[in-house]
Structure formats: C-alpha cells, structure tokens
T-cell receptor, first 114, second 115 residues
Framework: EAAVTQSPRSKVAVTGGKVTLSCHQT?????MYWYRQDTGHGLRLIHY???????EKGDIPDGYKASRPSQENFSLILELASLSQTAVYFC?????????????FGAGTRLSVL | AQKVTQTQTSISVVEKTTVTMDCVYE???????LFWYKQTASGEIVFLIR??????ENATVGHYSLNFQKPKSSIGLIITATQIEDSAVYFC????????????FGKGTHLHVLP
C-alpha cells in the first residue's frame, strides 16, 4: 500500500486559475515536503513542514503556498497558475530525526498549465 | 554553498556488467548524510542506499554499493550484475546536518541497461 498518496495524479489548469495539489501520508512522519521536477533540473524543494499548522519555504517558493492542517495532510496551492508552473510535483515524507531521514515519495502529480 | 553535482547525464551498459555513477557534493558541514534514489520509468521515486559521513565503511544493499571518498567529496553508486530493470534515473542527494529538513538533489543520471 502506498504510504504517501497524491491527488490528483494529473491536472490541466488554465493560466490565472487556482490549483490545489493534495498529499496524504500514513507513515506517521512529522516531516513533509513538496518538490518540483523539471527536465534537466532534478528535484527542487518548494515548501516543507515539520509540524502541523506550520510550513517553511524551500528553495523555490515564489508562486506557491503550502498548508499543513494535520500531520497526515500537506497541500500545495497555486493561487494564480502560470505557464512556468507546468511540471511534475512530488510530495514526500520523512521521520526527520537525525538517524532516520530517508524521504518517502508519492507517485507524483503531472500539472499542465495552459 | 551546498550543492550536489552529477556530471553524467546518461550512461548505457550491457546487462550483467558493473556500472558506476558519479556524484560530488559541496557542504561546509562536518556531518552530513548522502543518499541515492531511483526514479523508474513510471515516475516512482524510491530510496536505494545511504551513507552517513561519519562512517568509514562503504554502504552496501543488495547489488548496490557506494564508493565514499570523503576527501574528494565524492559518493559514487556502484551497481553490480546490472539487470534490464535497473534502467532508470538515479539521483544523488545530500542532507546537511545543520538543516535537518533540507535535502539537496543532483540532476540525475539516466542509466540504460541493454540486453
């Protein structure tokens, strides 16, 4: 069973529209992350969270908001979607402790902004 | 600056041979963690193997092993007896000790295993 579940798996959005990507984990992990993958850029960190009701900016937060209403759920919000935000988005969770910091990824969401 | 660099964008090998993928990293932290992840054709990303900087012994898991050369800031991934299903994109990643929540990824190496 997938322990990190993303929805939707794919989405087509219009420029200027609002997009919400959802992530749910059953790993009982404290830490959750949103990454963006573009061809030639690998994985880049957008936002992360280490506790419910708190989020932190990653390396490329501009144009994105995040929400962590509970330990299990972490959302990525594009208030005004733009063409440049077309990408594959991955959610991940990790225990986050010193010795246990492996990332567990969801299956990804392919977002196309037209 | 903290950075992870994978210079090999694509490698092709014949099945059942051994392949090494290179990765160099930059960090000022004295303690850090290094990882390799695999992304399959379906897009799934899975953890393969990890090396803690304070450990001298190279990590090994199944037919994956690491060549950790700390003085060179290098962490190579070695896959022995490659199989067709090893064809994938392999990402090197680093988590510095000063930021428990940040994992920095390289751009990946695409491995093609040919019959």
């Amino acid at each position: 069973e997938a322990a990190v579940t993303q929805s939707p798996r794919s989405k087509v959005a219009v420029t200027g529209g609002k997009v919400t990507l959802s992530c749910h984990q059953t790993n009982n992990h404290d830490y959750m992350y949103w990454y963006r993958q573009d061809t030639g850029h690998g994985l880049r960190l957008i936002h992360y969270s280490y506790v419910a009701d708190s989020t932190e900016k990653g390396d490329i937060p501009d144009g994105y908001k995040a929400s962590r209403p509970s330990q299990e759920n972490f959302s990525l919000i594009l208030e005004l979607a733009s063409l440049s935000q077309t990408a594959v988005y991955f959610c991940a969770s990790s225990p986050g402790t010193f010795s246990q910091n492996t990332l567990y990824f969801g299956a990804g969401t392919r977002l196309s902004v037209l | 600056a903290q950075k992870v660099t994978q210079t090999q964008t694509s490698i092709s090998v014949v099945e059942k041979t051994t392949v090494t993928m290179d990765c160099v990293y930059e960090t000022r932290d004295s303690s850090y963690f290094l990882f390799w992840y695999k992304q399959t054709a379906s897009g799934e990303i899975v953890f393969l193997i990890r090396q803690d900087s304070y450990k001298k012994e190279n990590a090994t898991v199944g037919h994956y092993s690491l060549n950790f050369q700390k003085p060179k800031s290098s962490i190579g991934l070695i896959i022995t007896a490659t199989q067709i299903e090893d064809s994938a994109v392999y990402f090197c990643a680093m988590r510095p000790d000063t930021n428990a929540y940040k994992v920095i990824f390289g751009k990946g190496t695409h491995l093609h295993v040919l019959p």
